[in-house]
């Protein structure tokens, strides 16, 4: 097993559900797209360069679906979280019942047009 696919299965619940179904969506939407291991996440890499990532909060009890080119996205700014980053931006997901699939499918069509 690929220590991105552990990563994920290795989650309690409710995080190892919405990872799950962030994955599906992202993989069906993008198939183009590599899931690695960097930096201790989850990582896809589409085109060979940093695409967004999963990050499963335990301490503040979210899964973190962060956008490396987030900034430049022009659609949902709104649903997009900044923290403080200057580049990245992410989408926060308690539980899986908030993943909003056709905002994520719009957001992923327009970052891919950005690489």
Known sequence: MKPSE?????????????????????????PEVEL??????????YKG???CYFNASHKRRYVDLGIVKGFQ???????????KRS???SLWYYSEEEIDSSV???????LTKLY
Do not use: C, D
């Open 87 to 89: 580049t990245m931006k």
């Open 6 to 30: 552990a990563y994920i299965l290795n989650q309690p619940e409710p995080y190892r559900s919405i990872l799950l179904n962030l994955q599906i969506i992202i993989e069906s939407q993008i």
């Open 49 to 51: 360069k940093p695409f």
């Open 104 to 110: 994520l499918v719009e957001i992923l069509q327009e």
């Open 73 to 83: 996205l022009t659609i949902h700014q709104g649903k997009l979280i900044s923290e």
């Open 36 to 45: 690695l291991y960097k930096w201790k996440i989850p990582f896809y890499y």
